[in-house]
């Protein structure tokens, strides 16, 4: 058994084996070790210019006007009534339907799973062709409208981003090689998954694209990724959808969006064998038992071991495991039972 | 002044090369290099879908390289990249 008081003088390397034995205390510990010592560091700080607060998950959307700045402006938070600007209150009601969606579904109270309030940064930069999660909140660009187009009104761009920050807190992936393809995989899917619930769609009417809301008629493609067909969405997508061709260089952190095609593969072909409400289901409950080093081979393990968990409880179908063991041997990935 | 500067990552996740080879003047030249120079080696380790620029820079014989990653990008390297991008 492992006390979490006992950890903090077990190297990392005997907790991650730990971890990976199934240990949520040394997993837990290997996991906030890294937040604890950003938080020393600022602790003294915030203690002198804040004073104590409980938050409530709530939404505050600031309009950053532009400039390369976060949080210029606060123009809506939550309970607000609708503004102007048809891009903040966009990014209030996706963002609301990502947190209930967490709620609902797993009983996540938002992000970090104790009511972290969802801070939207909108209107970033000038013509900035991007969306991203900095550890605390999410900022989207207005897109040069020649290639790309308002990122916070897409959902599963929201998703996305969202799902970032419920990594970072419950399996903290670093975002390099695999683990980090499997950061940016969790992300995918958990985009595709809520796309499909804000659209009200099935997966045979889904279009299983990501990003192919802020993508203009001139971009030379219908979407950033394909879940179903990595390596289709647009021509410069170079994204596979097998172990095969595994992207080995060292751009865009060793491949995160590249290689994590092959998961995302995977994830679809998972999806057709046994339901996307039960691949939900397993795949959450994997993402609370990983750690900051898994890679595709130990995600597969997992993704069993949780599955197994959940069949014997009744929690999802009796083939579960073996849809997901033919899913992934699809793709190149398997593991031998020893 | 010859230039090659990659962005990449981002939620996109799409590379980005511009190489080429600009006049900037002689205080263009020097505000330029002064930003590169002030890049701190530090990243945000949380940050996620993030772009990082890597740039090189030739003036003569002397080689200039440095990477930032998107939120922390000097003013006059961006708008040294929106020049370039034109």
């Known amino acids: ?115 972290m309030d969802l801070v939207s940064n909108v209107h970033f930069g000038l013509d900035y062709n991007n969306a991203y999660w900095d550890g605390d909140e999410m900022t989207y660009g207005d897109g040069d409208n020649k290639d790309f187009k308002d990122f916070a009104s897409a959902i599963d761009v929201v998703a996305h981003e969202l799902t970032h920050g419920v990594t970072q807190f419950l399996a903290n992936l670093e975002y390099y090689g695999q683990s980090g393809a499997l950061n940016e995989h969790f992300s995918d899917v958990f985009g595709t998954i809520i796309k499909q619930q804000y659209l009200n769609q099935t997966i045979a009417d889904a279009d299983w694209l990501i990003g192919d809301l802020v993508v203009t008629e001139h971009f030379p493609g219908v979407a950033i990724r394909s879940m179903s067909a990595p390596g289709t969405a647009n021509d410069y997508d170079r994204q596979p959808d097998h172990m095969k061709n595994y992207y080995t260089g060292t751009a865009d952190n060793q491949g995160v969006h590249i290689n994590s095609g092959i998961p995302n593969k995977a994830f679809y072909l998972s999806c057709q064998e046994i339901g996307i409400e039960d691949c939900a289901l397993i795949w959450f409950q994997t993402l609370k038992s990983l750690w900051r080093t898994a890679n595709f081979k130990d995600m597969l393990v997992i993704l069993k071991r949780e599955g197994q968990k959940l069949v014997e409880e009744k929690r999802v179908g009796m083939g579960a495991v073996a849809g997901i063991e033919k899913s992934f041997r699809a793709v190149g990935i398997e593991v031998q039972v020893v | ?67 930032f990653y998107g939120p922390h990008l000097p003013k006059p390297i961006r708008d040294f990249i929106d020049r370039i991008k034109e």
Do not use: W
């Not at chain 1, 390397?13 to 937040?35: F, P, Q, V």
């Not at chain 1, 938070?77 to 579904?105: C, L, M, P």
């Not at chain 2, 879908?49 to 003569?60: A, C, Q, S």
């Open chain 2, 1 to 67: 002044m010859k230039y090659q500067v990659n962005v990449e990552g981002g939620f996109t996740g799409l590379l980005r090369e511009y190489s080429g080879e600009i006049g900037l003047g002689s205080s263009g030249v020097k505000d330029l290099l002064e930003a590169m120079e002030s890049v701190s080696g530090e990243r945000n380790q949380k940050l996620r879908d993030g772009l990082l620029y890597r740039i090189t820079l030739k003036e003569g014989d002397d080689v200039y390289r440095a990477d």
């Open chain 1, 1 to 115: 058994m492992c006390k979490y008081h006992r950890c903090h003088i077990v190297p990392p390397y005997i907790l991650e084996e730990l971890a990976k034995r199934g240990s949520h205390g040394c997993k837990r510990t290997l996991n906030d070790s890294h937040r604890i010592l950003q938080k020393r560091s600022t602790a003294l700080n915030q203690i002198l210019i804040e004073d104590f607060f409980v938050e409530n998950g709530d939404r505050l959307i600031y309009d950053c006007k532009n400039q390369f700045q976060q949080r210029i402006s606060l123009v809506l938070q939550e309970g607000g009534s609708k503004i102007e600007d048809e891009v903040a209150n966009a990014a209030y009601a996706t963002s609301g339907f990502v947190r209930e969606y967490y709620r609902d579904t797993f009983g996540l109270n938002s992000v970090n799973g104790e009511g």
